[in-house]
Nanobody, 120 residues
Framework: QVQLVESGGGLVQPGGSLRLSCVAS????????MGWYRQAPGKQRELVAV???????SYVDSVKGRFTISRDNAKNTVSLQMNSLKPEDTAVYYC??????????????WGQGTQVTVSS
């Protein structure tokens, strides 16, 4: 089993910054991809940013130039630096990992979510 724990959410004013962190623990053989998703009220959950173990990154268009995903493979952590935050960034943010916890099984794991609210 793999457990993901997020931290760093909170309330900020427009233009402010937050840094989200996620730590993976448990019986981990390998983690192929770690990333961040978000879900705003009344909207579908969307991919925000992902980073592979090899360093490849992808971002949703709305956050390009403002958000940066980073990953420490040795520590099994992933972070999301969010700058120039906008009210439309308000959502619950979820850490995600595509991981192999046993020799024969590869699964997707989710954190519990952390609330990010951007408001004056």
């Amino acid at each position: 089993q793999v457990q993901l724990v997020e931290s760093g959410g909170g309330l900020v004013q427009p233009g402010g910054s937050l840094r989200l962190s996620c730590v993976a623990s448990g019986n981990i053989f390998t983690i192929y991809t770690m990333g961040w998703y978000r879900q705003a009220p009344g909207k579908q959950r969307e991919l925000v940013a992902v980073r592979t173990s090899g360093g490849s990154t992808s971002y949703v268009d709305s956050v390009k130039g403002r958000f940066t995903i980073s990953r420490d493979n040795a520590k099994n952590t992933v972070s999301l630096q969010m700058n120039s935050l906008k009210p439309e960034d308000t959502a619950v943010y979820y850490c995600n990992a595509d991981a192999r916890a046993t020799i024969t099984r590869r699964e997707t794991y989710w954190g519990q979510g952390t609330q990010v609210t951007v408001s004056s």
